[in-house]
């Protein structure tokens, strides 16, 4: 391939890298405020916010798997991206209107679809962007800006949250800008045109398929089902701050540092996973979840609750490349797309429990009652990879064009 071929394609990856830089700049002004909005304003209880978060974020998700296969069928994965990361202008609208819980769960319902319908092709855009073997590297960039997005939009809410403004409907609609600006980049994007112009009337057999695909990916998925039972969302991170003596503001600043923590070591986590293969990163991210969860079950003071969340960070560094990368390059190539969202599907469909449970148990018995669980979860699914899970170097034995 020329050279020119290949720095458009890593133009491509940095494009798509900056739609998700400014759209998450744009959602996490608006992430961290939204529980501290929902029991402020609305008087919510956390095993109610469990709720709202699980069904949410289970439907982004789930969505996933069905946007995977109309991007495997079609083959108009730029446009789907496209119509996906518009709900996130609608979404800060909804919340400036909102006049009760109700609504604030109507306005996420709307932008949790947009995200459920948006990754799977983005991130089919991002491997047929990248080097076969450099998959790990490509996530990684992307991810990485990503989680930079995240920390400059929370670092901007805190500023804005010390200076003084504490009117959360005007940090909504502000937070609408840079949701537009993500959407200009896609403007620079270009997705590949197929050889084969019909392809998107073939209709590919997913069941059979499946059942030839690689005995790793079908443990992996089993692994992802348990891992995210206690895999709540990260607004019980929020909570527990809040439990132990954090203002709103100082959480708004553990949640940069979570976010400036990961952004910082995607890429070269990334980039080790392309050199020593997945199994390594996937098992230490999975142990390094259950150590942050020890920690916020019990945790006592605040510095240490600081340190925590950067740990938790690196776990997310740690994972979020090495588990796309992995999936994208042993994935039968007609379903590259859907067992990309089958995997986030997967996720969803015990993440609706997973919430709901972490709020019962915080109600029933305590703030710590819900990350113990979550650590002893995520022990075994780390177990589970260490025992059964071939140990190969992924991304340069199975790699897949």
């Not at 496209?82 to 932008?111: E, P, R």
């Not at 980039?271 to 019990?298: C, H, Q």
Request: with cysteine.
């Amino acid at each position: 391939m020329s050279t020119n071929a290949n720095g458009m394609k890593n133009k491509n990856v940095l494009y798509l890298g900056l739609v998700s830089f400014f759209t998450d700049l744009s959602t996490k002004m608006v992430y961290p405020l939204v529980p501290l909005y929902l029991t402020a304003v609305f008087g919510v209880t956390p095993a109610l916010i469990g709720v709202i978060e699980g069904v949410v974020e289970s439907l982004a998700d789930l969505l996933k798997v069905f946007s995977g296969l109309i991007s495997d069928r079609f083959q108009k994965k730029k446009a789907l991206a496209f119509a996906g990361y518009s709900t996130g202008v609608l979404y800060k609208i909804l919340l400036v209107a909102a006049g009760s819980w109700v609504s604030v769960l109507l306005a996420k319902v709307v932008d949790r679809f947009g995200k459920g319908i948006r990754t799977t092709p983005r991130d089919m855009l991002i491997a047929e962007s990248a080097g076969s073997k450099s998959l790990g590297t490509s996530f990684g960039l992307q991810k990485m800006l990503d989680k930079a997005g995240s920390a400059l939009g929370i670092l901007i809410v805190y500023f804005l949250l010390i200076g003084g403004v504490e009117d959360f409907r005007r940090i909504f609609l502000i937070s609408s800008i840079p949701a537009i600006m993500g959407l200009c980049m896609f403007i620079f994007v270009k997705e590949r045109k197929t050889d084969q112009p019909l392809q998107s009337k073939k209709r590919f057999p997913f069941f059979a398929s499946f059942k030839k695909t690689d005995r790793r990916l079908k443990l992996y998925l089993l692994v992802v089902l348990l891992f995210s039972l206690g895999n709540s969302s990260n607004v019980f991170l929020l909570l527990r701050a809040q439990s132990i003596g954090f203002d709103d503001a100082s959480v708004i600043l553990l949640f940069f540092a979570f976010t400036a923590s990961a952004s910082m070591l995607a890429l070269p986590l990334g980039k080790l996973s392309d050199r020593v293969g997945r199994k390594t990163l996937l098992v230490s991210g999975y142990i390094m979840f259950s150590a942050v969860y020890l920690g916020f079950a019990f945790a006592a003071s605040q510095p240490f609750l600081i340190g925590m969340f950067l740990l938790f960070g690196a776990h997310t560094a740690m994972i979020s490349g090495a588990e796309r990368a992995f999936v994208a390059e042993i994935a039968p190539s007609e379903l590259k797309g859907t067992m990309l969202g089958l995997k986030s599907a997967v996720a969803g469909v015990a993440l609706l429990p997973a919430n709901v449970l972490a709020g019962v148990l915080w109600d029933a018995f305590s703030a710590a009652a819900p990350f113990a669980f979550g650590f002893a979860v995520s022990l075994i699914a780390a177990l589970i990879l260490i025992l059964f899970l071939k140990d190969e170097r992924f991304s340069k034995t199975d790699s897949r064009k």
